[in-house]
């Protein structure tokens, strides 16, 4: 049965990070392809999709409360279908239905492309569908639809192989899953015809890319993405400090087009909080990095991502924090406070810190930011 849906307005709602933005954007190009029109306006939405986050216990917050409001619209207009995907979907799975019974359709992280297939099963025998399987994405012939037309997200690989004892992105999205190099080729090529000059590769952890095919790494595809005419800069996000080679930072002054922007996450500025985070690298090794990168390409702009308040975090460890934000000098960091999340072993750790410190030193190192930007853009 072919699933044409002439006159269906489909509405998605996007939450959590540049993965995410770019699943919606593969949802809103499977959607028009089988005949729905896409609104920005949720009040005239035949089926509203909620793309969900599980980062951190806000992220979730805010759907059970968006999923509150789409009630009372259901309640008003009883055709309404309502989906959850994402990363919320993929954890919290037939809990959802109970805790809100209006949502028709949940959908994990790994089902995206079949989105057509469910809500046409939603449409046409009138019940609930859950899927939240595991699997390899096949993104092959899909086209995303892109509301930005200057800069162009390329997914190049999904997932993550590492075990940061924060992170829900491996219960989230699963293992590493690279793309093969020829799609993302092709995918790029097909955005420079469209008139596109700035893409960004995106992954959970990026510099990790191929390792799980073989025979091809990050640099081979960054080299082959800097050929490709028509192309005129490659951001990517994100990258773990402790997959980033002498030989990766060597190359990065070859790349005219790759050149100008790190997104390089420490996380933590102490190396006993490091640890119990398992993230690989000490303080000490992040900064060789920094330094190694700064002296090859000294224009580089360098941003973070730093949580506060991770469990047995003391004064003196996030003192230490604050002397590497003041010691890299980062053109700007996204700040969080820990979030405990369900299943993580950071949730069961002891020494959970108040609600209240986390607050204090959250507001402490984004004022520090703050300085920072401000003088580096003055400058
Ligand atoms: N609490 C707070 N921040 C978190 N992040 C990941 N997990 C958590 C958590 N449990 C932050 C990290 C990561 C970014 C995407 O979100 O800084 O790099
Ligand atoms: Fe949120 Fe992580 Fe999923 Fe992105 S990958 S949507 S940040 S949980």
């Keep these: 049965m072919s699933i044409i849906n002439y006159n269906k307005k489909a509405y998605i ?26 609104t920005a306006n949720m009040n005239e939405a035949d089926v509203v999709l909620l793309n969900t986050c599980a980062i951190r216990g806000k992220a979730e917050d805010k759907v059970y409360s968006q999923l509150g409001v789409l009630k009372k619209l259901k309640e008003k207009r009883p055709g309404l279908i309502l989906g959850v995907g994402g990363c919320m979907a993929q954890r919290e799975g037939e809990k959802i239905f109970r805790r809100s019974p209006s949502v028709d359709l949940i959908f994990g992280t790994h089902q995206i492309c079949n989105l057509p297939t469910f809500l046409n099963e939603v449409i046409r025998e009138r019940r ?3 899927a939240i399987k595991e699997g390899k994405i096949s993104q092959e012939g899909v086209k995303a639809y892109r509301a ?26 699963g293992r590493q899953n690279s793309r093969p190099p020829e799609e993302v080729i092709k995918e790029i090529e097909d955005l420079v015809e469209e008139g596109y000059k700035e893409v960004t590769l995106l992954g959970q952890n990026v510099v990790a890319y191929g390792k799980d095919l073989g025979g091809i790494d990050f640099i081979d595809l960054l080299e ?10 490659i951001k990517y996000i994100s990258s773990h400090p402790k997959d980033m080679s002498d030989r990766l930072i060597e190359t990065l002054p070859g790349l005219s087009k790759a050149c100008e922007d790190l997104h390089l996450p420490v996380q933590s500025g102490s190396n006993r909080i490091l640890k119990a985070m398992n993230r690989g690298y000490t303080r000490e090794e ?4 920094i330094g190694k990168v700064r002296s090859l390409i000294p224009r580089i702009s360098i941003t973070t991502d730093i949580i506060v308040g991770f469990p047995g975090e003391g004064e003196k460890d996030f003192a230490d924090t604050l002397s590497l934000m003041k010691e890299v000098r980062f053109a700007s960091a996204y700040m969080f406070k820990y979030s405990p999340r369900p299943g993580t072993p950071a949730e069961k750790m002891s020494e959970q810190i108040p609600e209240e ?9 984004i004022d520090l930011q703050r300085e920072i930007s401000e003088k580096i853009r003055n400058f």
């Design 286 to 289: 992040y900064l060789k990095i």
């Design 357 to 365: 410190i986390r607050l204090k030193r959250l507001h402490e190192v």
């Design 224 to 233: 082959r993405v800097n050929e490709i005419e028509g192309i005129e800069k």
């Design 13 to 38: 709602k996007t939450y959590g990070c540049q993965m995410n933005v770019h699943d919606s954007e593969i949802m809103a190009g499977l959607l028009l392809n089988k005949g729905y029109e896409v």
């Design 148 to 173: 930005d037309r200057a800069e162009a997200y390329v997914a190049i690989m999904r997932g993550c192989n590492n075990h940061c004892t924060y992170c829900v992105v491996p219960s989230a999205r």
């Design 128 to 130: 609930k569908v859950i």
